[in-house]
């Protein structure tokens, strides 16, 4: 407990910050050209990152002491990075990756705190998800630029390696940094300014375009970077720090976002259309929207009832509607219920052998020393069923026509991203053709 001025603070243990250093382990014998691209690249931020006062955030290389092949190429390329000694694969690690030198390799990363293995073996890489369960990220060094925009966006950094301005505030940040996820809304845009779309079409689709689109690039990127210290939490074995508050925060945001989106390009199509439909009777499931656009439009129609978009709906339907109503979309623990339960004398035994009872001779007989003594057991449960492999960690739950089940939503965010990219990007292509074909066809009479 820290003494400040004379006053004892009350201090949480098994928690900590948000971690401000990425640390990258280069592990590898050669490496090409493009990996020395790569880094050069990555070098380009660094040199960015270092100059914002007051300091925000950093990316740190790590080289092993005996990887002198990988200390001369980044010498040549002037590229900083620390040196550490290696440390031999522990018999759990063994365990987990059959590969020695991977091992080696991984053991290495998790003693000095390196949150990425970037390595030049890419038949390393299978390994990705056996390693991800020690709250490490195995990679190459193209995707490690990635791993990095995702870092320093987390500390309020807009950045791009496609983009590289320095000083960019947010405002038109993802315009300009993907281009391939506006692309065919701006299509539309332009041409439907150019063939007298109305006003109010063009302003939804602007507003769907640059506000929502924006909002939920954003949204995205927080999820990514708060799933990324959770992995540093991992590493760390902090039991009170999790980062669940954090990503049920913006998890209650990306949903309603993305669902808002479906009824947002709803509302679209009944403008440019003109399907005649008033606002409260347009949604991208409503029975009276979908029966008059079959009439109008079969081909915008088979977007909307694609089963693969309908089961997407359905199921961000849900997410929204909890995280809107019924409660907090907070990632918990579930807990996998083991052949045998343990009994309050295996966890009293177990608390015991911990010397945890200790604590409790301390306390008066009574409700505190009782209350206590629960939270005691609790806690050595759970640590026996995290052991045991019992325990899935950052579930909520989900219903979708009467089928309940658990999913991980930090797990899925950018597979969410994706698939409200693809139908709103073939609703935007529709749309364009459309308008491109009226245009011909008008073209005749015109003459």
């Known amino acids: 407990m820290p003494n400040i001025r004379g006053r004892f603070c009350p201090e949480v243990e098994s928690t900590g910050r948000a971690k401000k250093y990425l640390d990258v382990l280069l592990w590898g014998a050669t490496w090409s050209q493009q990996h020395q691209k790569d880094l050069d690249s990555l070098d380009v931020l660094r040199g960015y990152v270092h100059s914002i006062r007051p300091a925000c955030c950093d990316i740190r290389i790590i080289v092993p002491e005996?990887?002198?092949?990988?200390?001369?190429?980044?010498?040549?390329?002037?590229?900083?990075?620390?040196v550490v000694p290696i440390t031999k694969a522990v018999s759990e690690t063994s365990k987990l990756i059959s590969e020695k030198e991977l091992g080696d390799a991984v053991q290495t990363a998790l003693r000095c705190d390196a949150d990425v293995l970037a390595v030049g073996n890419v038949d390393w890489l299978p390994y990705a998800e056996e390693i991800d369960s020690l709250g490490l990220f195995l990679t190459d060094t193209g995707f490690v630029n990635r791993y990095c925009e995702i870092f320093v966006r987390g500390h309020d950094i807009p950045w791009a390696f496609s983009t590289q301005i320095w000083g960019q505030p947010w405002n038109g940040f993802y315009q300009m940094s993907e281009p391939q996820t506006f692309s065919a809304g701006t299509e539309f845009l332009y041409q439907a300014h150019g063939k007298g779309v109305s006003g109010d079409a063009q302003e939804t689709g602007r507003s769907l375009l640059h506000n929502r689109l924006p909002n939920i690039c954003f949204t995205r990127d927080r999820l990514l970077f708060y799933d990324m210290q959770k992995m540093a939490a991992l590493r760390a074995k902090w039991k009170r720090q999790e980062y669940a508050f954090e990503l049920s925060y913006y998890l209650k945001f990306y949903y309603p976002l993305i669902f808002g989106g479906f009824d947002h390009a709803a509302l679209l199509v009944n403008q440019c259309l003109q399907l005649g439909l008033s606002e409260r009777n347009v949604g991208a499931s409503y029975g009276s929207f979908l029966n008059a656009l079959k009439a109008k439009s079969p081909a915008v129609y088979a977007i909307f009832t694609n089963p693969k978009h309908v089961e997407f709906i359905k199921r961000v339907a849900y997410l929204r509607h909890y995280a809107s109503h019924r409660g907090s979309l907070a990632p918990a623990k579930l807990i996998e219920k083991p052949e045998k339960e343990l009994t309050n004398d295996d966890l009293d035994s177990m608390i015991a052998a911990q010397e945890l009872d200790e604590l409790l001779t301390a306390l008066p007989a009574g409700e505190m020393r009782d209350s206590f003594r629960e939270t005691l057991r609790y806690n050595v449960r759970m640590s026996y069923y995290e052991k045991e492999g019992k325990v899935v960690e950052g579930v909520v739950p989900i219903e979708?026509?009467?089928?309940?089940?658990?999913?991980?939503?930090?797990?899925?965010?950018?597979?969410n991203f994706q698939n409200r990219l693809l139908f709103i990007n073939q609703v935007f292509a529709e749309l364009t053709?459309?308008?491109?074909?009226?245009?011909?066809?008008?073209?005749p009479s015109e003459m």
């Open 400 to 415: 979708i026509d009467g089928k309940f089940g658990f999913i991980r939503p930090a797990n899925e965010t950018y597979w």
């Open 66 to 82: 005996t990887h002198g092949s990988t200390m001369e190429m980044l010498s040549a390329c002037r590229i900083q990075f620390l």
């Open 433 to 443: 053709r459309g308008l491109c074909v009226q245009q011909t066809a008008a073209a």
